[in-house]
C-alpha cells in the first residue's frame, strides 16, 4: 500500500533553515507529481509546493524563494528545504501524491518556528 512518511521537522529560530523529507513507498514514485502542503493551527491546509514527474517545479507566493523542492528517484524521497524560516511558516507540514484514484497524504510533521 502507499505509504509517505515525512521527517526532519522540529524547533528552529526565525531566519534559520531546515530539510524536511518525505519516504515514499508502494507505488512507482517517479511516475508521479509530489507536493508539500501545510497547516497552521487555526487555519486551514495549504499547498505549499510542487514537483512533477518530470522535475518541473511550483512554489505557493509566501514561500518562493526560500523554500526548493527536489525529488531523488532513486531513492524514492521526496525533500523540501526551508531557508529563512519565519514564525509565520510554524504548521504541521504534509507529503502528498495526487494519483487518479486518491490523494495520498503522511501524517505530517511539525514545525515550529521561534521569534
Known amino acids: 500500500q502507499v505509504q509517505l512518511v515525512e521527517s526532519g521537522g522540529g524547533l528552529v529560530q526565525a531566519g534559520g533553515s531546515l530539510r524536511l523529507s518525505c519516504a515514499a513507498s508502494g507505488f512507482t514514485f517517479r511516475a508521479y507529481t509530489i507536493n508539500w502542503y501545510r497547516q497552521a493551527p487555526g487555519k486551514q491546509r495549504e499547498w505549499a509546493a510542487g514537483i512533477t514527474s518530470g522535475g518541473r517545479t511550483n512554489y505557493a507566493d509566501v514561500v518562493k524563494g526560500r523554500f526548493t523542492i527536489s525529488r531523488d528517484n532513486a531513492e524514492n524521497t521526496a525533500s523540501l528545504q526551508m531557508n529563512n524560516l519565519k514564525p509565520e511558516d510554524t504548521a504541521v507540514y504534509y507529503c502528498?501524491?495526487?494519483?487518479?484514484?486518491?490523494?495520498?497524504w503522511g501524517k505530517g510533521i511539525l514545525v515550529t518556528v521561534s521569534s
Open positions: 502528498n501524491v495526487p494519483r487518479s484514484d486518491m490523494d495520498y
